[in-house]
């Protein structure tokens, strides 16, 4: 079946320098696409979203990039901090659906070394 | 403003127990989800609600209940707890894709619920 995946697992990065997570969707009835952010012992916090009639969406040091082409989904974390660590996942809505059966992926996990 | 409340955060129940996971929102947020989260398996929509009335099943329904009497309040039931339902769950709510189109559903802390 369809579903999200990521392609790295793990991503561990220095402090200051930027971090970019990957996710893949193989359903191209996707039409909306979701970044959460979850720390150990708490639940998923939204970071940024984008439709998928724009490639590229700013938020505060974060940057979601789409490529419908090759149905990938990356978000861009600049100058990472400490607090950064935590896993990541996207997830995705199937067009003609609703948020309520939002797809997610697996997560990947970011370290940010001091 | 607290977002969307999970009460307990810690549960340890005996095969074939029930209870009651308690979820509620003060965003006004018509819809409402409950997911699981297992290692490797992501999180999984349990059951879902679009107004107060209303309630469906989603991936993973086997083995709970809920109710939405208010717009306020989830909450999610298990009649007899199974081992298998050993898990972190997390409520979630959102504006509802009719009204305001589709937006980022907000989560809660999550209950971890060990069935032993």
């Known amino acids: 079946g369809e579903s999200v995946g990521l392609h790295l697992p793990t991503l561990s990065v220095q402090e200051g320098d930027n971090s970019i997570i990957n996710c893949a969707y193989s359903?191209?009835?996707?039409?909306?696409f979701i970044w959460y952010k979850q720390e150990s012992g708490k639940g998923p916090q939204f970071i940024i979203d984008?439709?998928?009639?724009?490639d590229k969406r700013q938020g505060q040091r974060v940057t979601v990039l789409l490529n419908k082409t090759v149905k990938h989904l990356s978000l861009q974390i600049a100058a990472t901090q400490p607090g950064d660590s935590a896993v990541y996942f996207c997830?995705?809505?199937?067009?003609?659906?609703?948020?309520?059966?939002?797809?997610f992926g697996k997560g990947t996990l970011l370290t940010v070394n001091p | 403003n607290a977002g969307v409340t999970q009460t307990p955060k810690f549960q340890v129940l005996k095969t074939g127990q029930s209870m009651t996971l308690q979820c509620a929102q003060d965003?006004?947020?018509?819809?409402m989800s409950w997911y699981r989260q297992d290692p490797g398996m992501g999180l999984r929509l349990i059951h879902y609600?679009?107004?107060?009335?209303?309630?469906d099943q989603g991936e993973v329904p086997n083995g709970y209940n809920v109710s939405r009497s208010t717009t306020e309040d989830f909450p999610l039931r298990l009649l007899s707890a199974a081992p298998s339902q050993t898990s972190v769950y997390f409520c979630?709510?959102?504006?509802?894709?009719?009204?305001?189109?589709?937006?980022?559903?907000?989560f809660g802390n999550g209950t971890r619920l060990t069935v032993t």
């Open positions: 984008i439709r998928s009639n724009m």
């Open positions: 997830a995705e809505n199937i067009r003609g659906g609703s948020n309520y059966k939002l797809t």
């Open positions: 359903n191209s009835a996707s039409d909306y």
């Open positions: 965003m006004n947020h018509e819809y």
């Open positions: 979630a709510s959102s504006y509802s894709e009719l009204d305001r189109g589709v937006s980022p559903l907000h």
């Open positions: 609600s679009v107004g107060a009335g209303i309630t």
